[in-house]
């Protein structure tokens, strides 16, 4: 019961978080530029107040962005194939969120002042298959180490 739970929990956090990846294509340019500025101004202070003299471009700010966004996705993408039961859930995810990417871009051509980008496509996908590469190996490590426990134990026994 805790398993299908898990594996269908997984799941809407897949749907859920490309809507929350979407929802941003659908922001016109200016609002997507004040949401850009407002983060570049938050780090710039952040920065600032570490004593750096760097300061972070909106450009830098919109990139890394999308990175991120898709390397939580690809994290989520592989946890939820593997929680399906399928074998090679890490080579299969890149069937989640190159898609997701594609439709991210897409979605601008309907956006005001908005505009795909293959660049923005393949950065996507670099950032999620960071991720999904990312919880593939924490969750390996972490199963590794508990069958090591396990086995520990059992000699004990």
Same mark, same amino acid.
């Given at each position: 019961m805790v398993?299908?739970?898990?594996?269908?929990?997984?799941?809407?956090a897949v749907v859920g978080w490309c809507i929350f990846i979407w929802q941003f294509s659908f922001a016109p340019a200016a609002k997507s530029a004040e949401t850009s500025s407002a983060v570049q101004d938050i780090c710039n202070e952040v920065l600032e107040s570490l004593g750096s003299d760097k300061q972070v471009s909106s450009h830098t700010v919109r990139k890394t962005a999308h990175f991120t966004e898709f390397f939580v996705l690809g994290m989520l993408a592989v946890a939820a194939l593997a929680a399906h039961g399928f074998r090679h859930a890490l080579l299969l995810s890149? /069937?989640?969120?190159?898609?997701a990417a594609i439709v991210d871009e897409c979605i601008q051509l309907f956006t005001p002042n908005r505009g795909p980008s293959v660049l923005d496509v393949?950065?996507?996908? /670099?950032?999620?298959?960071c991720g999904a590469c990312l919880f593939f190996a924490l969750f390996s490590l972490v199963l590794y180490?508990?069958?090591k426990r396990r086995?520990?134990?059992s000699k004990t026994t």
């Amino acid at each position: 019961m805790v398993r299908k739970i898990l594996k269908w929990a997984l799941t809407a956090a897949v749907v859920g978080w490309c809507i929350f990846i979407w929802q941003f294509s659908f922001a016109p340019a200016a609002k997507s530029a004040e949401t850009s500025s407002a983060v570049q101004d938050i780090c710039n202070e952040v920065l600032e107040s570490l004593g750096s003299d760097k300061q972070v471009s909106s450009h830098t700010v919109r990139k890394t962005a999308h990175f991120t966004e898709f390397f939580v996705l690809g994290m989520l993408a592989v946890a939820a194939l593997a929680a399906h039961g399928f074998r090679h859930a890490l080579l299969l995810s890149p /069937l989640v969120f190159v898609p997701a990417a594609i439709v991210d871009e897409c979605i601008q051509l309907f956006t005001p002042n908005r505009g795909p980008s293959v660049l923005d496509v393949l950065l996507d996908s /670099l950032g999620g298959i960071c991720g999904a590469c990312l919880f593939f190996a924490l969750f390996s490590l972490v199963l590794y180490i508990y069958n090591k426990r396990r086995e520990k134990i059992s000699k004990t026994t």
